[in-house]
């Protein structure tokens, strides 16, 4: 059920009972030196607010910016751009960037240490693949050095709006400690981010990670198998379907239509020597409606038709009862 505007509105004026807003750089660099001391302390969240002084925020945490109200110039990577209210910005730990706001405008901006992501945390969005790959890759060294970020206008998305002020709320009323509430609000918040992502992502960083891109798209074949397209595939990764196609043929030596062949055909094999559904039934089940198709290719990769690898395997495991020794 959506966030009606009111209902946002009366939930937004929790805020004017927060102790975390922040007018000047020294008092979040103090407040940031403080979260990063505190071993109990894995998430934080400031918000800036009724200042014009530039705010630097420094690597060594992954951030979410998110802009409450009002617009900020933000520089990133030498570029100066804008981002108005229901904007946000998601960064690794190796990415700097500062922003100059109106003056009417609130910022919030919550800090998570690398630990704040448990692998049951990310477990719960790993659905969501283009966040749950940008967390990943955040965590991983083998992306050490590379700033990493994903730019959003979430205009007029109420519901996402309220999820984000629930986990501010949450993360404020816990005095900043992690805990299972937190952590359910951050992972409502992802889900709703990936629902609407697709058209509200306007920037991203032109770094990509060819092999989890990968592995992450040989996990989905092999989960939808019987029913997936190139074209779903490029629609659930937001990728174009040849770079797709292109990338399994680097990462795997098979283009997309070779490798799901190749993983029907041994789903096919494992459905022959472990059911006794017909070999109609079995193609039937790979979502093939020409099994003469389907026969050729699986004769051309096995060297016997679908039929004859049953009967061989069949009888080799009569053979090999044959051949036991027996126990005395």
């Known amino acids: 059920m959506s966030i009606t505007v009111d209902q946002s509105a009366a939930f937004y004026q929790f805020l004017d009972t927060l102790d975390c807003y922040l007018t000047h750089q020294s008092q979040l660099t103090n407040e940031v030196q403080r979260f990063s001391e505190n071993p109990q302390r894995e998430i934080a969240a400031f918000i800036t607010s009724k200042t014009t002084e530039k705010i630097v925020v420094g690597k060594g945490f992954i951030r979410l910016l998110y802009v409450i109200k009002g617009k900020l110039t933000y520089q990133l990577n030498g570029e100066k751009k804008?981002?108005?209210?229901?904007?946000?910005?998601?960064?690794?730990?190796?990415?700097?960037?500062?922003?100059?706001?109106?003056?009417?405008?609130?910022?919030v901006i919550l800090y998570f240490k690398p630990n704040y992501f448990s692998a049951s945390l990310l477990g719960q969005f790993v659905e969501e693949p283009l966040l749950y790959r940008f967390f990943v890759e955040a965590l991983s060294q083998d992306f050490s050095g590379i700033s990493r970020?994903?730019?959003?206008?979430?205009?007029?998305?109420?519901?996402?709006?309220?999820?984000?002020?629930?986990?501010?709320?949450?993360?404020?009323?816990?005095?900043?400690?992690?805990?299972?509430?937190?952590?359910?609000?951050?992972?409502?918040?992802?889900?709703?981010m990936s629902q609407v992502e697709y058209q509200s992502l306007i920037d991203k960083d032109?770094?990509?990670?060819?092999?989890?891109?990968?592995?992450?798209?040989?996990?989905?074949?092999?989960?939808?198998?019987?029913q997936v397209t190139l074209e779903e595939l490029a629609d659930k990764f937001h990728f174009h379907p040849n770079y797709l196609s292109s990338l399994l043929k680097e990462k795997t030596g098979k283009t997309f239509t070779e490798w799901v062949l190749n993983q029907r055909i041994e789903r096919c094999k494992n459905y022959?020597?472990?059911?006794?559904?017909?070999?109609?039934?079995?193609?039937?089940?790979?979502?093939?409606?020409?099994?003469?198709?389907f026969y050729r290719r699986f004769k051309q990769i096995e060297g016997v038709t679908p039929r004859q690898y049953r009967k061989l395997r069949e009888d080799n495991q009569i053979c090999t009862k044959i051949s036991l020794p027996t126990s005395n």
Request: overall charge negative; hydrophobic content about 50%; cysteine-free.
């Open 82 to 107: 804008e981002l108005s209210a229901q904007g946000m910005m998601v960064t690794n730990t190796e990415t700097m960037f500062s922003y100059v706001s109106s003056a009417t405008a609130e910022v």
């Open 149 to 192: 970020y994903l730019i959003y206008d979430f205009s007029n998305q109420i519901d996402l709006h309220f999820y984000l002020l629930l986990l501010l709320k949450q993360v404020v009323k816990m005095a900043y400690f992690n805990n299972k509430v937190t952590k359910a609000a951050f992972v409502l918040l992802i889900v709703e």
């Open 206 to 226: 032109s770094f990509i990670s060819n092999q989890q891109l990968a592995k992450e798209l040989v996990a989905y074949i092999d989960l939808r198998l019987e």
């Open 272 to 293: 022959l020597t472990q059911t006794d559904l017909t070999v109609q039934a079995i193609i039937e089940r790979l979502g093939y409606k020409d099994k003469a198709f």
